[in-house]
């Protein structure tokens, strides 16, 4: 078995992508633990993480490591997350979300993984968590919402200068009516001048009609 360090806690093996397992002999979302040489790895599945399906697809700018504090926003049951929390496994991950369906969910995993801090709201107000959180070295925003750019906009305030958003625009939670490029387009015309484009990247055929973007804030 090949293992191949790709990013700080980004691993491939074989042909897949993983992280160490911080919650040994645990799956979260059914993926398949690898163990060799004594660790534990989490298979990280492209299809069901934005993320995962960016690395694949070329991403270059991966700025989260052992140490990071992440703002996690649109955190849904807590997949992706949970990978970013074995990354950032002496940071912190600040899990906004706002179904109470999922919040139930996304508990039980922040209860077992003492990084990961759950926070029930809507990403719009961030007055109700700006204080808890306080400033972070990354944004991970992946919500279905039609004002995707004004929500990452309001939560550069807590961004650090110089520090990274990974920005999904969803294209149909926008505009059905327009085509995605047209939506994508529209969308980053919105972003802050205080931001700075540096990736985008398709997600096809992991997800369709997404674009995933990486910003940097200006110092």
Known sequence: MRVEKLFDGVYRIDRKIATINSDPNVKVYNEELIKNDGI?????????SKLAAAILNGLKTFSINEKTNVLYLGAATGTTASHVSDIAHNGNVFCVE???????????????????????????????????????????????????????????????????????????????????????????????????????????PYDSMHLFVVLRKKA
């Open 40 to 48: 534990e790895y989490r298979s990280w599945n492209p299809y069901r």
């Open 98 to 204: 706002l179904s109470e369906r999922n919040m139930r969910e996304l508990m039980h995993l922040c209860e077992r993984r003492k990084n990961m801090f759950p926070i029930l709201c809507d990403a719009n107000n961030i007055d109700f968590y700006i204080n808890d959180v306080g400033m972070c070295d990354v944004i991970y925003q992946d919500i279905s919402a039609k004002e995707q750019a004004l929500i990452i906009n309001k939560n550069s305030r807590m961004l650090k200068k110089n520090g990274y958003a990974y920005f999904i625009i969803k294209s149909q939670s926008i505009d059905i009516s327009k085509s995605p490029k047209e939506v994508f387009e529209h969308e980053l015309s919105l972003l802050s001048d205080e931001f700075e484009v540096l990736e985008k990247i398709d997600l096809e």
